[in-house]
């Protein structure tokens, strides 16, 4: 089979994995620094249709990655890497930016709960899709909301730009509960949006200590990769060189 991109020489891939509401451009400037810095970089697709069949699509997208990869995932897109990383034997480490990091059997319905940051629940509309199984439930975030709730720190009209653009998520991606995390044999690496009121601040400093992770702090919203690219960037440089040792 055709690898999709190599590491070369041993150096680890970092494969970034966005969010719910979201689609592969709001890495770019976190892209864009990597790159600058010579290090092996792809965007993977998040299909925003479950747990099951993201990790499943992105665990493909992983084990296509020749040699090591440090696996970085945003919001949501944490959840589908602690599941997908652990079907990939060549994933050597996880990094998680204002991300879940859920535990076996968790949802990130129960997670979203038992936040007092997270106003999430309350900025969302429902739409519905069709599938073979019939209509089913999808959530976009109100427009009218996105700024307040998802990216408070990126300037109003980028905002407005990014509340028109977002994808819709599947609800099984908040129903379907996590199989086994990645996280409890790989290194790991959080950084914690302290104004985060999507995912919540509070809940994901939880998840990132019980996942013994290194945890950066970074002042900022749900988006820091968005709006704070280079701390972003510093944290997964800091998240190469630990598994490079």
């Avoid at 204002?98 to 038992?114: K, R, S, V």
């Avoid at 109003?156 to 509340?163: F, H, I």
């Avoid at 013994?212 to 919203?221: K, L, R, V, Y």
Wanted: hydrophobic share 45%.
């Amino acid at each position: 089979m055709t690898s999709m991109t190599s590491g070369g020489n041993g150096n680890p891939t970092v494969a970034l994995v966005h969010g719910a509401f979201a689609d592969s451009s709001g890495w770019s400037g976190v892209v864009e620094r990597l790159q600058a810095a010579n290090v092996p970089v792809k965007a993977v697709p998040n299909p925003l249709r479950g747990i099951e069949e993201d990790a499943a699509y992105v665990a493909s997208a992983l084990q296509q990655t020749d040699g090591p990869v440090l696996a970085v995932g945003h919001s949501y897109g944490g959840a589908v890497i602690t599941n997908a990383a652990a079907r990939a034997d060549n994933v050597v480490g996880l990094g998680y930016v204002a991300a879940f990091a859920p535990d076996e059997g968790e949802t990130l319905m129960a997670i979203e709960g038992d936040s007092h940051d997270s106003v999430l629940t309350s900025s969302l509309n429902e739409v519905k899709y069709p599938t073979e199984r019939g209509m089913e439930t999808e959530f976009l975030i109100d427009a009218a909301k996105f700024h307040d709730a998802f990216a408070a720190d990126v300037p109003e009209r980028e905002a407005q730009v990014m509340a028109a653009t977002q994808r819709p998520v599947s609800s099984l991606a908040f129903s379907q509960p996590t199989g086994s995390p990645a996280w409890r044999d790989r290194p790991v690496w959080s950084a914690v949006a302290t104004g985060d009121k999507a995912a919540g601040t509070d809940v994901v400093r939880m998840m990132a200590e019980r996942a013994d992770a290194s945890i950066t702090e970074i002042d900022g919203s749900h988006v820091i990769m968005v709006s704070q690219p280079q701390a972003v960037t510093d944290m997964i440089m800091q998240a190469l060189d630990g598994v490079r040792r």
